[in-house]
């Protein structure tokens, strides 16, 4: 059975905190993804990541950074937080054989920032 | 930039009725259109999804419309059941290139279906 975890379900965390949030897959995928969740908005993405120690920034990356020193774990890192940054964090995994490819999600972090 | 739109935000359904969702999108180079299912406390899951090749795809009680000249594909769920209560995303990718599938995804539409 496929998995992605996040390490956190609900973080808290006060404003210029530096914040990580963790995400293994054990699907063997290349690709790794960071979004949020925000009623309204959908999900935007942040970073994904196609390879190890490669990163491409999405469409929201201010005010985030991420790291994948390993195929199965993707780091999203918030320098400085700030109460914008509250919100539900997705990570996502596909693999990058075919075409069309499905993405597995995590069940998300719920990022608060006071 | 919103390039996938969805509506409504917020539909209701009776039991057993048929409970719509409409995408469009602008970027011409998308060519793989999936739909994504949310429960409450999880991550969204692939429900189903289509190629610009064919112009519906069925999966049970589920079907996917595509109109490539409109820009525009939607979710059909027939028959609609309480559990089918969820947060339904489109979303859509371009040609795969090696960048890994990038989705855009629309802003999701609360569903709920009443006894």
């Known amino acids: 059975d496929v998995k992605v975890t996040q390490s956190s379900r609900y973080l808290v965390k006060r404003t210029g905190e530096k914040v990580f949030l963790e995400c293994v897959q054990d699907?063997?995928?290349?690709?790794m993804f960071w979004y949020r969740q925000d009623p309204g908005l959908g999900l935007r993405l942040i970073y994904f990541s196609y390879d190890v120690k490669m990163k491409e920034k999405g469409d929201i990356p201010e005010g985030y950074s991420v790291s994948r020193e390993k195929k199965e774990r993707f780091s999203l890192i918030l320098e400085s937080a700030s109460t914008n940054q509250t919100s539900m964090y997705l990570c996502?995994?596909?693999?990058?054989?075919?075409?069309?490819?499905?993405?597995?999600f995590g069940p998300g972090t719920r990022l608060t920032v006071t | 930039q919103q390039q996938v739109k969805q509506s409504p935000q917020s539909l209701i359904v009776q039991k057993g009725g048929i409970s719509i969702i409409n995408c469009a999108y602008e970027n011409t180079a998308f060519d793989y259109f999936p739909w994504y299912q949310q429960f409450p406390g999880k991550g969204p899951a692939l429900l189903i999804a289509?190629?610009?090749?064919?112009s519906e795809k069925k999966e049970g009680r589920f079907t996917i419309s595509f109109n490539k000249s409109a820009k525009q594909f939607s979710l059909h769920i027939m028959d609609s059941q309480p559990g089918d209560s969820a947060t339904y995303f489109c979303a859509a990718s371009p040609i795969l290139t090696g960048g890994g599938n990038k989705l855009t995804f629309g802003t999701g539409t609360q569903l709920k279906v009443e006894l």
């Open positions: 289509i190629r610009p090749d064919v």
């Open positions: 699907m063997d995928h290349e690709n």
């Open positions: 996502a995994s596909s693999n990058s054989e075919g075409y069309g490819n499905e993405q597995y």
